[in-house]
């Protein structure tokens, strides 16, 4: 048997993890299952630090290949002795029987999670955000660390739009300006951004005295309309400098292709992060793809299903509309269950709220098999995976595709820019839970830095990481620039 405590930076300090309440337990109900072979068992303590997740306190995570089980505990959860050892029990029964999760009631098949049925209720999310923050209540930024973003600050923002004048000064004293300035937002939020962006362009502009605010082309692009509307409401005194449009962040070429080479300038903010991605792990020198599935327990089931006047068993036809048709639409469609939009707000919230996600590791024959997104091969996470000992870590597929897929927007003087909670060392993966999490009504991932930084390099693009300023949060800055 092995163990492996990940969350190196809680076990010091003030407020260290007290690890014997949560591990010894786990440990103990192990030991005393004479048919657990210990011989093939990881053990793997994380702190999961999401106030909601997908994962139980207690999770045995099975391969498809016979390697060694692994029996994953959250430290932050797992403190109670009695039901510590409870978990671990029953989690090797149902193993032993078959069920995976013990009594539960799985909402889809076993598949990478990038394709899970999470990225659906994701969807769902920013399509129906107004439904949503009408029944909580609050704003969804309310969510985030702290109540809002932690990239908006005044200035950052100065700071780069007077490295944007630079560079226009130089191009336009050899008259090679051109006369349209672009400047692209992705994942706009509540405007605040856009409105703090151009206030100060307008402001140093005017200080400036080149009249740059004449030419500039500020587009706004977000998946959800309901935050576009607002976006636009925030930024009604630039209106005649501001376009918006409804795109996806994995294809910005498909809105965006008449802006190939033309864009000076692309701000991202906490995009990445709400994007679909599988995760590698490294287990014993072999890479293996981790696949989900995901699943209500019983009680969860039970007490949904009472609420809305259907069986457990009927819960999965009722999520599969949900996704399909959105909570207004539900309630046309099944009145018997859902009688009004309130209700299928209230039911979509209460699913979500009790989801989860069972896990198994499927063997890879070679990380060239597997495609991280559209001519982006698995090789390129060869640098990580070969680092040594077992490592688990995301392949960021929709943060890489829709990185590969935005710098080709970039003038040869352009930029990208992007705040977001990025992984910048692979170590950093050995020492704490990096997801996926949940905020609100939608799904958190860390961001793989190296690989994107991989695949910028292979683009012609060099690609560095700094911290945020003056925030404290996690947020970390990824600039990209045409390599000189």
Not at 195 to 201: E, I, M
Not at 283 to 306: C, N, S
């Amino acid at each position: 048997m092995r163990v492996e405590i990940r969350p190196a930076a809680r076990l010091r300090g003030t407020n260290a993890v007290d690890l014997l309440p949560a591990l010894g337990p786990a440990l103990d109900a192990v030991i005393a299952d004479p048919e657990v072979d210990l011989t093939r068992l990881r053990v793997t303590a994380d702190w999961v630090q999401y106030r909601r997740s997908f994962r139980p306190p207690v999770m045995l995570v099975p391969s498809t290949g016979g390697d060694a089980l692994e029996l994953a505990v959250d430290l932050r959860r797992a403190h109670d002795a009695e039901t510590t050892a409870d978990a671990v029990a029953a989690a090797f029964r149902a193993h032993r029987n078959g069920s995976g999760a013990g009594a539960h009631h799985t909402l889809e098949e076993w598949t990478p999670t990038s394709r899970s049925l999470i990225w659906r209720f994701n969807a769902l999310y920013w399509q129906h955000l107004r439904a949503w923050e009408e029944a909580t209540g609050h704003g969804y930024e309310s969510a985030l660390p702290g109540g809002r973003s932690g990239a908006r600050e005044d200035e950052p923002v100065r700071a780069m739009i007077k490295a944007l004048f630079a560079v226009w000064d130089s191009l336009a004293g050899r008259r090679a300006l051109p006369e349209e300035l672009y400047v692209v937002e992705l994942g706009v939020g509540n405007g605040s951004q856009a409105r703090t962006w151009l206030d100060a362009f307008r402001e140093l502009d005017a200080e400036h005295g080149h009249r740059y605010y004449r030419r500039l082309h500020y587009l706004m692009g977000d998946y959800s309309p309901h935050v576009l509307e607002r976006a636009r409401a925030a930024v009604a005194e630039h209106a005649q400098h501001v376009s918006s449009l409804v795109l996806d962040a994995q294809r910005p070429m498909t809105a965006l292709g008449f802006l190939r080479f033309k864009v000076f300038l692309v701000y991202i903010s906490n995009v990445y992060d709400n994007l679909p991605t599988d995760e590698i792990a490294t287990i014993g020198q072999r890479e293996h793809l981790v696949q989900t599935r995901a699943y209500l327990d019983e009680a969860d089931a039970v007490a949904i299903a009472a609420g809305v006047a259907a069986t457990p068993d009927a819960l999965g036809g009722l999520v599969d509309k949900l996704l399909q048709l959105g909570p207004t639409l539900l309630a046309e469609a099944a009145p018997g269950h859902i009688p009004d939009p309130a209700a299928g707000v209230a039911f979509w919230r209460a699913c979500w709220s009790a989801l989860r996600l069972q896990e198994r590791y499927v063997p890879l024959h070679g990380l060239d098999t597997y495609e991280i997104a559209p001519g982006i091969s698995g090789e390129l996470l060869r640098p990580m995976t070969a680092t040594g000992g077992d490592l688990r870590l995301h392949a960021a597929n929709g943060a890489a595709a829709s990185f590969a897929d935005t710098l080709p927007l970039l003038h040869p003087f352009g930029r990208l820019q992007c705040h977001d909670i990025f992984i910048t060392a692979t170590d950093q993966y050995r020492t704490g839970f990096r997801g996926p999490g949940k905020y609100d009504g939608s799904v958190v991932n860390w961001v793989n830095g190296p690989l994107l930084a991989h695949i910028g390099a292979r683009m012609g693009f060099d690609v560095a990481f700094a911290p945020f300023t003056p925030s404290g949060s996690n947020i970390v800055t990824l600039t990209a620039d045409v390599r000189d």
